[in-house]
């Protein structure tokens, strides 16, 4: 289970890292939001910095389920690794379905990444590692 924690975790760093790029203006909005934009507009940068937290906080809780950092109730890390779990399964439609080819193949493949990975974590409970 140690290298679906790292996938899971690196898979997050570069979503982080493409999201940021999107708020501040990055002309790579061909990966994001449906793949309507070039560069994102107002709202849609705003989105892409909350996403930026969202993913510090499924790292979070993935990590803490999987016992590599111990900062969240262990009720709090199960429900919510399911809860990333559920959100990441939930993401594959709309990826699956964008317009944009680019976002098809890159969102579609990050979220089963991050599907699966933090399926096996929710099953498995705390590791040792």
Same mark, same amino acid.
């Given at each position: 289970?140690?290298? +679906?924690? %790292? %996938? $899971?975790?690196?898979?997050?760093v570069l979503l982080s890292v493409l999201q940021l790029a999107l708020v501040c203006g990055a002309p790579w909005g061909s990966l994001a939001w449906g793949g309507r934009h070039r560069v994102l507009p107002?709202?849609?940068? %705003?989105? #892409?910095?909350? /996403?930026?937290? +969202?993913?510090? @906080? $499924? /790292?979070?809780?993935?990590l803490d389920r999987a016992g590599?950092?111990?900062?969240? /109730?262990?009720?709090?890390?199960?429900?919510?690794?399911w809860a990333v779990f559920g959100f990441a399964a939930l993401s594959v439609i709309p990826n699956a379905m964008s317009r944009s080819k680019p976002e098809r193949y890159v969102g579609t #493949? @990050? @979220? +089963?990444?991050?599907?699966?990975t933090s399926l096996v974590v929710a099953l498995s409970g705390a590791s040792t590692t």
């Open positions: 289970m140690p290298v +679906l924690v %790292v %996938v $899971f975790v690196a898979v997050l107002g709202p849609l940068r %705003v989105g #892409s910095g909350i /996403a930026v937290v +969202l993913y510090v @906080a $499924f /790292a979070v809780v993935v590599w950092i111990d900062v969240v /109730a262990e009720p709090v890390a199960g429900v919510g690794t #493949s @990050a @979220a +089963l990444m991050l599907a699966v």
